[in-house]
DNA sequence: TTCAGATAGTCAGTATGCTGATTAGATACA
DNA sequence: TGTATCTAATCAGCATACTGACTATCTGAA
């Protein structure tokens, strides 16, 4: 019989639910949320870029980014600076501020992702990581 | 090296989000939400609770199960009634326009799961749900 | 019996994530 | 040139999910 509490999308909203929780607590250090920080960490990586290419790159809708950039710069980790070339949209940098914590968020996130898994098999975790990486990618 | 967006999380966040996005599409019909069609589900296997109990069969915070509620109530999907012997409490019924669309919710929270899984293998699905099942149920 | 502590639910505040409307600026074509 | 269309970002509004404060009520121990 289906049980609710046992279907894929069930079972999803409850596992990143626990994996945003996991990250929260690691993360108040920096005051940052876990969505925050991956924002950031894409920036860290590749900055100059608008908010719509960032959103791109971590999936995310515009007006979802531009809540977080937004706090972003209230917070200091990032610089917003008029596109001269296209003056709707900013070019996003990130601060020394940001370029601080950087490794420091790198290893936090590699931590939460270990422990999410830390009762997994290499095999579970492995076929894990492809069957969501199929439900990402599918349609 | 570590790619954020290949990471357990990112990848949770972002399944889940296709989840509920499906979801989303094929209960425009009830106006209801995913979440509150969860609850409702729930409510209509057993009904005559209160709202923690509630909270605890589907995992969420007090002050969530009391939104969620209060919108099947207006939406006419459930009824709270003032517990006698607890006037704290809120005893939850569902409605007969709840009961009327029970089969049909059920089927629908079927074909989406089946369509989030539509391309991976009977072993990779085992897994997957073996897999989450451990990380919620971890620590 | 009374009162301190526990409990059920709500509200305010914050963060994420979406839709749809709006504003400001860019672009393409008649 | 001018105008229609497109685009980047923001805002309002809604839903979910949490914390912490608060109200009303219940319970247990002195």
Do not use: W
Not at 52 to 71: A, Y
Not at 126 to 132: A, D, G, H, T
């Amino acid at each position: 019989m289906f049980e609710l509490n046992d279907s894929l999308s069930f079972l999803l909203s409850k596992c990143n639910q626990k994996a945003f929780a996991l990250a929260q607590e690691r993360l108040i250090t920096f005051s940052l949320t876990p969505e925050q920080a991956v924002a950031l960490t894409h920036l860290l990586k590749k900055d100059g870029i608008n908010q719509l290419q960032l959103g791109e790159m971590i999936q995310k809708d515009r007006t979802t980014v531009s809540g977080i950039i937004n706090k972003l710069v209230t917070l200091g980790y990032v610089i917003k600076e008029t596109n001269p070339s296209d003056k709707r949209s900013s070019l996003l940098y990130v601060t020394e501020k940001a370029n601080a914590i950087k490794d420091a968020m790198l290893e936090q996130a590699i931590e939460v992702n270990q422990a999410l898994m830390k009762d997994l098999t290499e095999q579970q975790r492995e076929i894990l990581i492809i069957s969501l990486k199929k439900i990402r990618n599918s349609r």
